[in-house]
């Protein structure tokens, strides 16, 4: 439970489950112990374990027992004490996986297998050649000593990274800490949650995770969702009464780790850390079920295929080579070669690597992914299911319009406004400011004065925050304003009256009279004013000026905004002198006949992102689903804001409305648009759910509770998509656990939430998850093309083989210099493909069939081995018969060749011009052979990578240049061979000899070839989309 | 108004509680593993391989109709055709590059290396002089070499030439070029006109050495080349004495340069004969025959054939 299993960030690559096994026995014997007969059994452990007693004492024997006062809380001083000596209170990390253990796991998974086979050959053929005294037998020790290497080495690498990731996600646990309100020096404190001691009084609210095990000492209306515990969904009421004997069962005791779903309450920390209830449980704190995701599916796949290939591949030219009388020995060896050219080594740390960098980058740009594999989920989303405050709008209340002087004004709501725009000469405006300014109890926190005015934090409730703001916005120093006029009584707001009321002194000093300024629904302040305000004048209310009011309200309801009311009243000075007492009890100043000045809508106005994401999402195919709480009308005013309900579309009540028929005689198919109430939600069947998110495009869900959000979840897998859906409150977490892919809120989102989401959103901000879900089809689409350009090779490396056995000729590549390829010249460029910008339609694109669309389907293997594959074997086979051409064994000599080269024996071999050649002098030939096919190969792979940056358009619309990734993995691999060629071509053990400067440019024309032929596949795929060609030949 | 203050409230309590905690929701262990992919039975798959062989609704086999099939081999078809057009071509411009009579880089084959006659599976020569069933083979091997070497043949074909001096000869490079005799009398003993058994029959066995066929390659540079005999690692005395032929054991300068197969067609690659007549019997000598001259390496460590040889002698009675 502390410890999410460690490869947050490093993929689970080699979906080998065995691997996975020993680790979930472990687990599961000790879940048979607790988790077998799980809740019963686990509930007598508990009572056997639980001494506790502290529910059954009164508040005052808490407070002698933890010698705390529940006034004052504890001193900072005898909290350090008791930190001192109960230690922090958090979980102590269950015993992880002995690290050696995490290790051998990643030198057996995957690839490593096949390769350790090959060194296992190795070894075997070593010992038999040296017992039958063959010279050459050292090489094979070798060989098996670098196979073992190379897995060892990749083995490290993947362990290292692991263990980063699993840094990476301690640092962000660290960045983010739970906090909790803690009373200690009689000052209530927001402490992180792991400081928390004995004897704390601890404040919690509703969507809070209790930080320890509390006895509680005041509730108001407190519930608990203990399911963490018990397993019960249904949340429980907390109170401060002693209700049971079990300490499990009472009421008063709200246990660590489990959730405050509502409400809030007060208690005393009585067990911190391991000592809570949950500490005990140890086996909770271990094991979480391992799901696999997409990406982690695909890449077992691939691993599949590859290895399919390798296995079939090795074991046919077994057979092929003993049925051509080859000695079994030479077999075994050409078979490890086979492995060896198959198995692109590098290729799953690259993977790897790729998609941390893409964490990274999407950490940069607000999506905080848990889940690595998440990314690509959310690449392949189809549906997002979207809350509506905060996440589409900005959740700050914000003043959008206003209306005085009959007409209506629009405010700017854009979230770094600085001045409004819309007119301010009317008297009316001067009026009505005032009783903005003055009406209004919030109040800016002190020391903000240098923060733009919509970043500080206010004291008060949304509505007046949003006037304060506005105010603060045209008039400057609200706070300065109100100290000039006095305010002398005030009768806050409650539901009764729906009003709000003060009395100032004015800061006129000429003027005497009291200024009472009053605020509301606009129905009750009208019913209140007999006057009202056109253009600085007072005129009396008449049918004609109240209309025009009705008017008004109704169209500014009618956009989804909250309408107040503002009214005020110049005291007459000779009722109420300056000296006249105001009780605010008795009411004894008028609150009727007052003169009515102006209205002021509110709303939650749309992040100005979202309209751009939803426009974005809707292009890429993605079906935007708004689920809120909110009012429909609020609900569909801000849906149709940002897009989520286009300009032309109608609602079937919409439609009703225009061609002034009963909603039931519309035909709903012509509505593209639904706004579905939660209380219709409830009952529907899912027929009928299944029906309205088929039929219509648009959808918005209002007055929806977090349980239906599930449903709708449910709803929408049923249509087979992907879902996405975001959520902040505890209630959301099976929501987000259902979905393909669940988003947090980073900012407002509970704890709960987080935990079950496989994302977080660290701004909240919809046009985030945008951003995720394009960086989420570039990764699966860079690593299309990472594993395509890493493929491609694998041929180029196989076909000396298969070459070598059927032909007889001397050994073109050596498999050493195939792992110097796979390991060395290769590994850079293909991190840089994940580099690679999007191609430009990217999000135009319908998102990913999770069935259909393949990682690596059948077009990319066949166009990579078969096609570039073979195209790169060709140009280095020409390589290499140059090579042997210029040093006198012409290509007809070299056929059938093989067992006299090879022979040591043989130490007068003639050439095609009557040379003769010693044994070592052929080696370093076919050395230089193995050099130049290296390098034929490293050349062509340049060409491969570059072809490989895009998948459908001309390089030359993706631009050479712009991914400079891509030029350093071009210098790094020609810097590579380089390196090895001239500067280790006289280490005999690695078969690199130094290589005349011309054979780096034979096949220079291939790569050229490979480069033309691509962009003849790219135009044809363009010109002819759907055709034969682009069928098989778009990966 | 009141929906403001409650809901104010709300955006609050969420915002006090923005961490994440390190603890994680219990409620995730609570998932099971998901079942695996290959929870599929082997006869799940059976079928599916059979479908994906051979469909009968939709007369696919391997996921290709007929008309598929065709038209994805017909492009294969055209396309290696392409390909391999592409690679003879390439390989057909190269070699046109290529003189037919020399090669253009001789690094790789220079200095030249060493080998010796007879060769029969190896480089220990052991025999029982009693036992000629045990020599015979060399002689026969030796016999069946010097075919070539002998005096009617070579007068026959090739020309007497200066000795002492590289018989070099110009003209352009496709003119047939002579070769110098090496007459098999000039072994001498080890000629087997004398002796048909070489030594063999008394112990004293002949061996002959060549230094390998590099074109145009001077060996000596104006010095001939000679050659010495040592034991090898063990006890000298094993070795008493070697009669080299012909000369002392050099190899005439008149028999270089050669000019390649195809133009040097009679070439005859000199030889040194060692006559190892003093040998301890009974045991394993091994014997380094190395060429000594400028230009000659003969102690490189990979290479135990450049410019010397090791072979064993073991003479038993």
């Known amino acids: 439970m502390l410890k999410r299993r460690s490869d947050v960030y490093s993929v689970e690559i080699y979906g080998t489950k065995d691997l996975q096994k020993t680790e979930i026995e472990d687990e599961e014997e000790k879940h048979k112990d607790q988790k077998g007969n799980k809740k019963k059994k686990k509930a007598e452990d508990l009572k056997k374990e639980l001494d506790l007693d502290d529910h059954r004492l009164s508040t005052s024997e808490l407070e002698m027992k933890y010698g705390t006062s529940i006034d004052k809380g504890l001193s900072s001083a005898r909290a350090a004490e008791i930190l001192a000596r109960d230690g922090p209170n958090a979980l102590t990390p269950p015993k992880a996986t002995p690290e050696i253990v995490k290790f051998l796991k990643q030198m057996i998974g995957g690839f490593s297998i096949l390769l350790w086979i090959g060194a296992g050959f190795s070894w075997i053929s070593f010992g038999i050649q040296l017992a039958q005294g063959v010279d050459s037998a050292f090489d094979n020790l070798y060989l098996g000593v670098v196979l073992a290497l190379v897995v060892i080495l990749t083995g490290i690498f993947a362990y290292y990274q692991e263990a980063k990731s699993t840094n990476i996600m301690a640092s962000f646990s660290k960045m983010i800490p739970q906090q909790a309100l803690v009373l200690r020096d009689a000052e209530k404190k927001e402490l992180p949650a792991d400081q928390l001691v004995v004897g704390d009084i601890v404040e919690i609210k509703g969507g809070d995770r209790i930080p320890a095990d509390i006895r509680l000492i005041f509730t108001q209306g407190c519930k608990v969702d203990n399911s963490s515990l018990t397993g019960e969904s249904e949340p429980q009421s907390r109170s401060c009464d002693f209700t049971h004997e079990n300490p499990l069962e009472t009421r008063n005791i709200a246990f660590y780790s489990t959730t405050c779903v509502e409400g809030t309450a007060t208690g005393i920390v009585i067990n911190t850390g391991d000592r809570t209830i949950i500490g005990r449980i140890a086996s909770l704190a271990s094991g979480v079920g391992n799901e696999k995701t997409p990406i982690a599916i695909e890449i077992e796949h691939f691993v599949y295929l590859v290895a399919g290939v390798a296995i079939s591949i090795g074991v046919l030219f077994f057979i092929i080579s003993v049925s051509m009388r080859y000695k079994i020995l030479d077999s075994i060896i050409f078979l490890i070669g086979i492995i060896v050219a198959n198995v692109p080594e590098g290729l799953l740390a690259t993977v790897t690597v790729s998609l941390s960098l893409t964490a990274k980058r999407m950490a940069k740009k607000n999506c905080l992914v848990k889940n690595l594999e998440a990314v690509e989920t959310l690449g392949s989303t189809s549906i997002i299911c979207s809350d509506k405050t905060g996440t589409l709008t900005q959740n700050r209340m914000t003043v959008a319009h206003l209306w005085f002087d009959n007409q209506i004004y629009s405010a700017d709501t854009s979230e770094d406004q600085t001045t409004q725009p819309f007119d301010q000469s009317s008297p009316t405006w001067t009026a009505l400011s005032k009783i903005v300014t003055l009406c209004n109890r919030a109040e800016f926190r002190p020391g903000q004065e240098n923060l733009p005015i919509m970043k500080r934090v206010v004291v008060g409730d949304a509505s007046e925050t949003a006037l304060l703001k506005f105010s603060e916005v045209i008039l400057g120093d609200v706070m300065s304003i109100r100290a000039q006029n006095t305010k002398v009584a005030e009768i806050p707001f409650n539901s009764t009256n729906k009003f709000q009321l003060s009395i100032h002194e004015t800061d006129d000093p000429q003027d005497k009279r009291f200024l009472l300024v009053m605020k509301g629904a606009p129905e009750r302040i009208l019913e209140r004013c007999s006057t009202i305000m056109i253009n600085g004048k007072e005129e009396p209310l008449d049918s004609e000026k109240a209309e025009a009011f009705q008017t008004a309200y109704m169209e500014l309801g009618g956009m989804g905004e909250r309408v107040l009311g503002f009214c005020h009243l110049y005291l007459p000075e000779n009722e109420f002198p300056e000296t006249f007492q105001f009780d605010t009890d008795s009411m004894n100043f008028p609150t009727s006949n007052l003169c009515f000045v102006g209205l002021l809508s509110m709303i939650d106005p749309p992040r100005s992102t979202v309209p751009d994401a939803v426009s974005k999402c809707r292009s890429a195919g993605i079906k935007v689903i708004m689920v809120t709480g909110d009012h429909p009308i609020t609900a569909k005013a801000i849906a149709k804001s940002v897009g989520i309900i286009s300009a032309t579309s109608e609602t079937v009540e919409d439609i009703a409305k225009r061609l002034n028929i009963p909603v039931e005689q519309v035909n709903r198919r012509e509505a593209t648009a639904a706004v579905v109430n939660g209380m219709e939600l409830k009952d529907m069947s899912s027929e009928q759910l299944d029906a309205i998110l088929r039929e219509h495009a648009e959808i918005v869900f209002a007055r929806t509770s977090p349980q239906q959000k599930l449903i709708i979840v449910e709803g929408c897998q049923r249509q087979g998509a992907v879902v996405a859906v975001t959520g902040d409150g505890v209630n959301d977490s099976p929501a987000l656990k259902k979905a393909d892919i669940g988003i947090a809120m980073g900012i407002a989102g509970s704890d709960a939430a987080k935990n079950a989401a496989d994302m977080v959103l660290l701004d909240d901000n919809f046009a985030s998850i945008v951003t995720g879900v394009e960086e989420g089809r570039l990764i699966f689409d860079n690593l299309k093309k990472t594993i395509a350009y890493t493929l491609t090779k694998n041929i180029a490396e196989l076909c000396p083989f298969l070459i070598y056995i059927i032909a007889s000729i001397p050994m073109p590549i050596g498999t050493i210099t195939i792992l110097f390829i796979d390991l060395g010249t290769d590994i850079i460029p293909s991190v840089a493909l994940a580099y690679e910008k999007a191609e430009s339609d990217i999000m135009n694109r319908r998102p990913r069939n999770k069935r259909r669309d393949r990682l690596v389907n059948q077009q990319l293997a066949v166009y990579s081995y078969l096609q570039i594959g073979i195209m790169q074997s060709v140009g280095a086979f020409v390589t290499y018969f140059t090579v042997y051409a210029e040093q006198g064994f012409l290509p007809s000599t070299l056929l059938g060749v093989r067992v006299n080269w090879e022979n040591n024996a043989i130490n007068d071999f003639e050439d095609s011009y009557g040379q003769q050649w010693t044994h070592y002098q052929r080696m370093y030939l076919q050395w230089t052979g193995y050099t130049a096919f290296f390098v034929s190969i490293t050349i062509q792979q340049v060409a491969d990578l570059i072809i490989r940056k895009t998948r459908r358009n001309s390089i030359f619309r993706q631009g050479l240049f712009r991914n400079k990734v891509i030029w350093v993995g071009i210098f790094s691999q020609i810097g590579i061979a380089l390196i090895l060629t001239y500067g280790l071509g006289h280490v005999t053990a690695l078969n690199f000899t130094p290589l005349r400067f011309q054979y780096w440019f034979v096949a220079v024309p291939f790569a050229i070839l490979i480069w033309v032929y691509d962009e003849i596949r790219k135009l044809l795929i363009r010109r002819h989309p759907g055709s034969w060609w682009d069928k098989n030949m778009y990966y | ?317």
């Open chain 2, 1 to 317: 108004m009141e929906a403001a203050i409650i809901c104010n409230l709300r955006v609050h309590g969420q915002g006090e509680n923005k961490h994440e905690e390190k603890v994680q929701d219990p409620d995730r262990e609570k998932h099971e593993p998901k079942a695996d992919m290959g929870s599929k039975t082997w006869a799940d798959l059976a079928g599916e391989m059979k479908i994906f062989l051979w469909n009968p609704e939709e007369r696919t086999c391997l996921g290709r109709t007929a008309k598929s099939w065709g038209l994805i081999l017909l492009f294969y078809f055209i396309f290696y055709t392409c390909l391999a057009g592409m690679f003879a071509f390439c390989l057909y411009v190269m070699l046109l590059t290529l003189s037919p009579y020399t090669p253009r880089y001789r690094d790789r084959v220079s200095p030249p290396g060493v080998m010796i006659r007879p060769y029969l599976n190896g480089f220990t020569i052991a025999f029982n002089v009693s036992q000629p069933n045990t020599w015979q083979p060399y002689v026969d091997s030796m016999h069946h070499f010097l075919a070539a070497y002998d005096d009617k043949v070579q007068e026959e074909k090739n020309i007497e030439c200066v000795p002492g001096q590289y018989f070099i000869q110009g003209g352009s490079d496709s003119e047939e070029k002579k070769a110098c005799q090496f007459k098999r009398s000039l072994l001498q003993n080890c000629s087997g006109i004398q002796d048909p058994t070489f030594g063999y029959s008394r112990g004293q066995p002949c061996i002959l050495l060549k230094m390998n066929r590099i074109i145009g390659y001077r060996p000596g540079a104006g010095v001939p080349v000679s050659v010495e005999c040592k034991v090898q690692k063990g006890n000298e005395s094993h070795l008493r004495s070697v009669d080299f032929y012909p000369g002392n054991g050099t190899f005439d300068l008149m028999y270089y340069p050669y000019y390649g197969k195809f133009t040097h067609v009679n070439y005859t690659s000199p030889l040194v004969a060692m006559h190892f007549t003093d040998v301890q019997r009974n045991h394993l000598v091994p014997i380094q025959c190395s060429l000594h001259g400028k230009g000659i390496i003969n102690d490189l460590n990979s290479d135990r054939f450049l410019g010397r040889i090791i072979f064993t002698l073991s003479i038993g009675k």
